[in-house]
């Protein structure tokens, strides 16, 4: 007897279920913290459990005028292990021998924009390792605050965790039965 398929493990392209979607690949790129181009590709796949979920983000951001743009999401651990190699520090960026949630197609680095597609004021750009990019960092105005609770609030409804260090880094809730994938 063939097993079924959990069909919410499956990796697929974020915009075949959120076609609206922004994105910004900086991996694929050299406008990111290794100034390399890390990604073949500007496509942005996660585990279906995940894309979806984000399409519900999507939905309720933009009934108020809003919408998400994606910096990243699914990472090989072949990635990982360089990225660690330059920033061989915890608080940003995973220990490729622990693996990240990233390499399991759970995790999602994103920000908010508004109807134009420009970004809210969060505080911190992308991939800034520093405190300013921590989520309880005191020396926010208080847009700031406000644009990052935002983002927090609807990626909570939603099933996702944030990462105390960098305000864009969400988690998969129950990321933990994803594999780490390096494809």
Known sequence: MIAPVDTDTIMVRIRDLVPEILADVKYATTDNFTHKVLYRSNELYARRA????????????????????????????????????????ERYVADPAKGSRHNRGAAVDLTICDATGKELDMGSGYDEFTERAHMNYRGCTEEQRRNRTLLLTVMKEAGFSVLDTEWWHYDLDGWQRFGILDE
């Open 50 to 89: 995940m894309a979806l979920r984000l399409a519900d983000v999507q939905r309720n951001l933009k009934a108020q005028g809003l919408q998400l743009k994606i910096f990243d999401a699914y990472r090989p651990l072949s990635i990982q292990r360089l990225m660690w190699s330059i920033v061989p520090d």
